[in-house]
């Protein structure tokens, strides 16, 4: 009876820690948007960016189309995208963004539609840059971290 009524109390108990750990997708959805988007200003550094890879699982997908088909998870990816990333970390000299929806797809997701206008130096061909567009992420969440990150101009 004793060891029933443990086992009882460890279930129980199981269940209140995962229900109060809950993610809030709203939350975790502006969360993103605002760390993310703290990479691309002209001051961002190794910290916005180490901020943002935190949100990331170790083995993220990442998908830009039509830039990047390929939607592979690999043991890498966090890795992979530190790497692209920090080539591209510091380039811009002006940079806005304003999010413009977002999308919660029950507890395994969200999208957020955002645009965004930049300026800069490009990092290999030292030539200007200067872009406006209209993005979708739609991303998917394991364990409350960012697993797969799917990008789409409009």
């Given at each position: 009876?004793?060891?029933?009524?443990t086992?009882?109390?460890l279930?129980?108990?199981?269940?209140?820690?995962?229900?109060?750990?809950?993610?809030?997708?709203?939350?975790?959805?502006?969360?993103?948007?605002?760390?993310?988007?703290?990479?691309?200003?002209?001051?961002?550094?190794?910290k916005?960016?180490e901020a943002?890879?935190?949100?990331?699982?170790?083995?993220v997908?990442?998908?830009?189309?039509?830039?990047?088909?390929?939607?592979?998870?690999t043991?890498?990816?966090?890795?992979?995208?530190?790497?692209?990333?920090?080539?591209?970390?510091?380039?811009?000299?002006?940079?806005?963004?304003?999010?413009?929806?977002?999308?919660?797809?029950?507890?395994?997701?969200?999208?957020?539609?955002?645009?965004?206008?930049?300026?800069?130096?490009?990092?290999?061909?030292?030539?200007?840059?200067?872009?406006?567009?209209?993005?979708?992420?739609?991303?998917?969440?394991?364990?409350?971290?960012?697993?797969?990150?799917?990008k789409?101009?409009?």
């Open positions: 009876m004793k060891r029933l009524f086992l009882a109390l279930l129980v108990s199981t269940f209140s820690v995962n229900a109060e750990e809950a993610l809030d997708l709203n939350k975790f959805a502006q969360h993103y948007y605002n760390t993310m988007t703290a990479t691309q200003a002209p001051n961002a550094s190794e916005e960016l943002y890879l935190s949100l990331l699982t170790d083995d997908g990442s998908q830009h189309i039509p830039y990047q088909i390929d939607d592979s998870r043991a890498e990816g966090k890795k992979l995208m530190r790497k692209g990333m920090s080539f591209y970390l510091g380039a811009h000299t002006h940079y806005e963004s304003e999010l413009l929806n977002t999308f919660i797809f029950n507890d395994s997701g969200f999208a957020i539609r955002y645009k965004n206008h930049a300026k800069g130096i490009h990092p290999q061909s030292k030539q200007p840059i200067e872009y406006t567009s209209v993005m979708m992420e739609v991303i998917e969440v394991e364990n409350g971290k960012v697993a797969m990150i799917r789409y101009h409009e």
